[in-house]
């Protein structure tokens, strides 16, 4: 079955002949070196997926399952990710200003070094998470208040 991802325009990414799963379709990418900045990945399940320094710039994670998932290092500058399944993720050193974390479940995620700058954090759940070292500048935390201390020594995220 032919696993394909599209940009949010509709135009073709990537694709494999061989991928069964989106999951496998991205650790090919990974692999390959492709770019998929823009990548229209909504309600994708990339759930367990090992997708290290993925680049996803500007992708659409809207309500995406990347629970389990490892992407340390990725980057996902500017990704929608809001009501997005991130719980026990591995997003060590991921690269994330501006992302929107809406809504986002991040129970248990173990991120520390993580680059938040100017993220919306709103509403997202970090319980049980490890946010050590993480860079929240500008970043709206949970509770809508938009965090002015630059480079905190963030310990742990909760509402």
């Known amino acids: 079955m032919k696993q394909i991802v599209n940009h949010v325009d509709n135009a073709v990414l990537y694709s494999s002949e061989t991928a069964q799963t989106m999951s496998e379709l991205l650790v090919g990418a990974v692999r390959d070196g492709i770019d ?3 990548a229209d990945l909504r309600k994708a399940d990339l759930s367990g997926a090992k997708l290290r320094g993925i680049v996803l710039f500007e992708a659409d994670l809207t309500e995406a399952d990347l629970s389990k998932t490892d992407l340390a290092g990725a980057a996902l500058a500017y990704a929608n990710l809001t009501g997005a ?3 026990k993720s591995m997003l060590t050193g991921a690269y994330m200003p501006g992302a929107n974390l809406t809504n986002a479940n991040l129970q248990g ?6 680059d938040l700058r100017e993220a919306n954090l ?3 759940n970090f319980a049980d998470s490890d946010t050590t070292g993480a860079r929240l500048y500008k970043a709206t935390l949970p509770n809508g208040v938009v965090n002015e201390v630059k480079d905190p020594l963030v310990r742990g995220l909760h509402q």
């Open 36 to 38: 998929l900045a823009h």
């Open 85 to 87: 399944k991130l719980e």
């Open 109 to 114: 995620a173990y991120m520390p070094g993580a």
């Open 122 to 124: 709103t509403g997202a």
